[in-house]
């Protein structure tokens, strides 16, 4: 069976910030109804940025290309908004949802463990103290495997094109 | 003439320092410690910790959305947090003000960023749909423009 892969939402917005959301489609990729609402979901409101809308017409044209789970911490958290329209979403939740999720596949006896993408700034505040088992991985790490199996052409280009924000600069290095 | 100063009364570690100050100065402070109570190396370490006190005062107050920007930057706070401290519609705003700050984004050390990829690379490959050899029969993913 193959192997999930689970990005939160930081990792999406940055994949879509350089137009390489397509990197994905050669994965087993599950997102939560968490990571969605807080990332493709926010593609759907009038006020988008590029990057959200990227992140929907993406969704739309690869939803067969993309497991979503629904998780206990999406459960609680729609409950809490019908009985409260106003109540805000706690910080970080859509890593409470990964976590939701895990347990849940560890649960139901997964054969392998998932890896779980998360935005660099995650490594710097944590030690990787995610429940096991799974393996948490980098942006940064991410982009450097995906230029090792050929995927995209320059990791280096790749995290210059998200800091920049400048897709059509990272056009001509992007396998497709 | 040289004073040895050796501050042992508090906690913190200490050092030694000799410097050299006018006689006329040393009486003044003397004076000054005999009036104030203390002694001279209180007096001396005071100074000491008072300087640039006023210049926090008067430092300009970093804006908030600045000061979490650089706190994303630094990878205080995550890019979902920070653009829920921004109140920003989602994330691509705050990595748009990231960009027009000409703040960098968060980087993790290479070496750590090394250690990673060498210990996910065989994990990661086990996630691809159509494992495929390095460079070779790669799918055309949808374009999203």
Redo the contacts between chains.
């Keep these: 069976m193959?192997?999930?892969?689970i990005p939160d939402?930081?990792p999406l917005?940055?994949l879509?910030?350089a137009?390489l959301?397509?990197?994905l489609?050669?994965?087993?990729v599950a997102i939560t109804d968490v990571v969605k609402e807080?990332?493709i979901d926010?593609?759907k409101?009038s006020?988008?940025?590029?990057?959200?809308r990227?992140l929907l017409?993406?969704y739309s044209?690869?939803k067969a290309?993309v497991e979503l789970f629904a998780t206990q911490v999406g459960h609680d958290l729609r409950s809490l908004r019908k009985k409260d329209p106003g109540y805000r979403?706690p910080?970080?939740v859509?890593?409470l949802s990964i976590q939701s999720l895990l347990i849940r596949l560890q649960v139901q006896g997964i054969d392998?463990?998932p890896?779980v993408l998360f935005?660099?700034?995650?490594?710097?505040?944590n030690a990787e103290v995610l429940a096991k088992p799974c393996?948490v991985?980098?942006t940064?790490?991410?982009l450097?495997?995906a230029e090792?199996?050929?995927?995209i052409e320059s990791a280096a280009e790749a995290?210059r094109a998200?800091?920049?924000?400048r897709p059509t600069a990272y056009a001509k290095t992007f396998?497709? | 003439m040289i004073m040895g100063y050796s501050t042992r009364e508090s906690m913190m570690a200490k050092a030694k320092i000799n410097f050299e100050i006018d006689e006329e100065s040393l009486a003044n402070a003397k004076a000054y410690v005999a009036r104030h109570g203390g002694s001279l190396n209180r007096l001396v370490s005071s100074l000491f910790a008072s300087l640039g006190e006023d210049e926090k005062l008067h430092a300009p107050l970093i804006d908030p959305a600045k000061r979490v920007l650089l706190d994303?930057s630094?990878?205080?706070?995550?890019?979902?947090?920070a653009t829920?401290l921004l109140e920003l519609?989602?994330?691509?705003?705050t990595?748009?003000r990231?960009?027009d700050e000409g703040l960098?984004?968060?980087?993790?050390p290479d070496d750590?960023?090394?250690d990673?990829?060498a210990?996910?690379?065989v994990?990661?490959?086990?996630?691809?749909?159509?494992p495929?050899?390095?460079?070779?029969g790669?799918?055309?993913?949808?374009?999203?423009?």
């Excluded at chain 1, 935005?119 to 505040?125: G, H, K, N, T, Y």
């Excluded at chain 2, 495929?132 to 070779?136: H, N, V």
């Design positions: 193959t192997t999930l892969l939402s930081g917005f940055s879509a910030a137009d959301l397509g990197v489609l050669h994965f087993r807080e990332s926010k593609g409101e006020a988008a940025s590029i990057e959200a990227r017409e993406f044209a690869n290309g979403m910080r970080n859509g890593e392998a463990p890896i935005e660099d700034a995650w490594f710097l505040r393996l991985l980098s940064q790490a991410f450097v495997n090792a199996l050929g995927l995290r998200i800091a920049a924000l396998r497709r | 994303l630094s990878g205080k706070v995550s890019l979902m947090e829920q519609p989602d994330a691509g705003y990595l748009r990231l960009a960098p984004l968060p980087k993790l750590v960023v090394r990673q990829a210990r996910s690379l994990a990661l490959k086990a996630c691809l749909v159509e495929r050899p390095l460079k070779a790669r799918r055309r993913p949808v374009a999203v423009k």
